[in-house]
C-alpha cells in the first residue's frame, strides 16, 4: 500500500489552521496514523486510528478521514509545531508517507 | 516511562555488516509489542526494516529481507539488528521503536550510521 502526502511542504503563521493531507493507494480500514518529527529528533506519534489523539497530545491536534482519504489538522498553529508530519497505514504492513514540511513563517 | 536507546558503530565499511542494539528499559522486552527497527534516509524518507517479537518471531520488510537478521536478548533486555552486505545507499539514521496496535508508540533518539571506505 502506498502512501501519499500533499503538499510536500507548506509555510504558515502562528494562528493559522494548517491542513495536511494523506491518500493511500487503497481503501486502509482506518488504520491511519500520524507522527511528527521536529528537526534532528525521532518521529513522536501523534494520532493513531485516524482521530485520537495520544495522551498528551494539544487538542489543537485533529485527524479525520475514512476510505483512503485523511487530513491531519492544526487548528491555531504554534511555533513549535514547526516540524515535518509524517502519515503511516498499519493496514497491510506498516509503511509510511513521505511526510509534509510545516515551516513558521 | 518506556525507554529506547539505540548503539553500535557510527561508520561501517562498503560490503560489511552494520550491526546495531537497541536497549529497552521501562517495559519488559517480553511483554505483549513488537520490536522494531525503523531508518531514514533525505530520499527514501522512512522504511520499515523489520519487527521481533520476543519469542524470536521475525516480520521482515521484502526489500531487506535476504541482509537482515533481528534477533533478541532477553536477559539484557534488548534487540539486535544485523544489515550485511551494506553500501552507500544503507547509510542513514538508524532508529528501534516499539509497535503497539501497528504504531510506532515509542521510538530511541536513533543512530547515524554511515557506509564509507
Known amino acids: 500500500i502506498q502512501l501519499t502526502q500533499s503538499p510536500s511542504s507548506l509555510s504558515a503563521s502562528e494562528g493559522d489552521r494548517v491542513t495536511l493531507t494523506c491518500r493511500a493507494s487503497q481503501t486502509i480500514n482506518n488504520k491511519l496514523h500520524w507522527y511528527q518529527q521536529r528537526p534532528g529528533k525521532a518521529p513522536q506519534l501523534l494520532i493513531h486510528d485516524v482521530s485520537t489523539l495520544r495522551s498528551g497530545v494539544p487538542s489543537r491536534f485533529s485527524g479525520s478521514g475514512s476510505g483512503t482519504d485523511f487530513t491531519l489538522t492544526i487548528t491555531g498553529l504554534h511555533p513549535e509545531d514547526s516540524a515535518t508530519y509524517f502519515c503511516?497505514?498499519?493496514?497491510?504492513?506498516?509503511?509510511f508517507g513521505p511526510g509534509t514540511k510545516v515551516d513558521f513563517q | 516511562q518506556v525507554q529506547l536507546q539505540e548503539s553500535g558503530p557510527g561508520l561501517v565499511k562498503p560490503s560489511g555488516t552494520l550491526s546495531l542494539s537497541c536497549a529497552v528499559s521501562?517495559?519488559?522486552?517480553?511483554?505483549?509489542?513488537?520490536w522494531t527497527w525503523v531508518r531514514q534516509t533525505p530520499g527514501q524518507g522512512l522504511e520499515r526494516i523489520g519487527e521481533?517479537?520476543?519469542?524470536?518471531?521475525?516480520n521482515l520488510n521484502p526489500a531487506f529481507k535476504s541482509r537482515v537478521t533481528l534477533s533478541v536478548e532477553k536477559s539484557k533486555q534488548q534487540f539486535s539488528l544485523h544489515l550485511s552486505s551494506v553500501t552507500a545507499a544503507d547509510t542513514a539514521t538508524y532508529y528501534c521503536?516499539?509497535?503497539?496496535?501497528?504504531?510506532?508508540?515509542?521510538w530511541g533518539q536513533g543512530t547515524l550510521v554511515t557506509v564509507s571506505s
Open positions: 521503536a516499539r509497535v503497539i496496535g501497528g504504531t510506532f508508540a515509542d
Open positions: 521481533i517479537y520476543h519469542s524470536g518471531h521475525t
Open positions: 521501562g517495559v519488559p522486552l517480553t511483554s505483549s509489542n513488537w
Open positions: 503511516q497505514q498499519s493496514y497491510s504492513s506498516l509503511t
